[in-house]
């Protein structure tokens, strides 16, 4: 099955500055690749998402990029703020199976003000 | 605004015990989920219902079994808690062939 690993596991930043996510895959197969965040207390939320056929995807201040030959996505969030504050999981899902999502291990992103 | 609510955000037990977590969406989303998190294992699949009456495993069901008796409600069971199932159990829901998954807040189980 797919085997999504990510990096780092914890990540502090200043405010305002850039704040970069990765992660790779196992199965060259997969073809959708969600971000989700979760802040303390709630339970995780999609903040955007790139399918295999794309290679950039922008949304504000966040984006994310996906190299399908290298089989790794990364998630871009720029001037960073406070309640960027949160863990950022990735996720990869081949397709057909019911596309079940295989999740990273987690990052924990800290902004200081 | 789509909503999961799971029946408790705390919960403690006794090891043996028969558990019984609830989640509820309110959006007629066919396909339901269980994952556990764990940290530094992220989110792990336990069981998954493509619809009523219908269930799959995911990468970790041993330990539990499930239930889909209506299309608003999953129901993840322990049959008898072990220390090893402690951990935040989250339930997610989506509308079949659309990729997006809904979470609920969790619940945090503690087996002692």
């Known amino acids: 099955g797919e085997n999504v690993e990510q990096h780092p596991s914890t990540l502090s930043v200043q405010e305002g500055d850039s704040a970069v996510i990765k992660c790779t895959y196992s199965?060259?197969?997969?073809?959708?690749f969600p971000w989700y965040k979760q802040e303390l207390g709630k339970g995780p939320q999609l903040i955007i998402d790139?399918?295999?056929?794309?290679g950039e995807k922008k949304d504000q201040r966040i984006a994310v990029t996906l190299n399908k030959t290298a089989k790794h996505f990364s998630l871009h969030i720029t001037e960073t703020q406070p309640e960027d504050s949160a863990v950022y999981f990735c996720?990869?899902?081949?397709?057909?199976?019911?596309?079940?999502?295989?999740f990273g291990t987690g990052t924990q992103l800290k902004v200081e003000l | 605004d789509v909503k999961v609510t799971q029946s408790s955000r705390y919960l403690v037990k006794r090891t043996g015990e028969k558990v019984f977590l609830e989640c509820v969406q309110d959006?007629?989303?066919?396909?339901m989920f269980w994952y556990r998190q764990d940290p530094g294992l992220g989110l792990r699949l336990i069981y998954f219902?493509?619809?009523?009456?219908?269930?799959e495993k995911g990468d970790i069901p041993e330990g539990y079994s499930v239930s889909r008796e209506k299309k608003e409600r999953f129901s993840l069971i322990l049959e008898s808690a072990s220390t090893n199932q402690t951990s935040m159990y989250l339930c997610?829901?989506?509308?079949?062939?659309?990729?997006?998954?809904?979470f609920g807040p969790g619940t945090r189980l503690l087996v002692l």
């Open positions: 199965d060259s197969a997969s073809n959708y």
């Open positions: 219902s493509y619809d009523v009456k219908m269930k």
């Open positions: 959006m007629d989303h066919e396909n």
């Open positions: 790139i399918r295999s056929n794309v």
């Open positions: 996720a990869a899902s081949l397709p057909g199976g019911g596309n079940k999502l295989t």
């Open positions: 997610a829901s989506r509308t079949q062939g659309i990729e997006t998954q809904y």
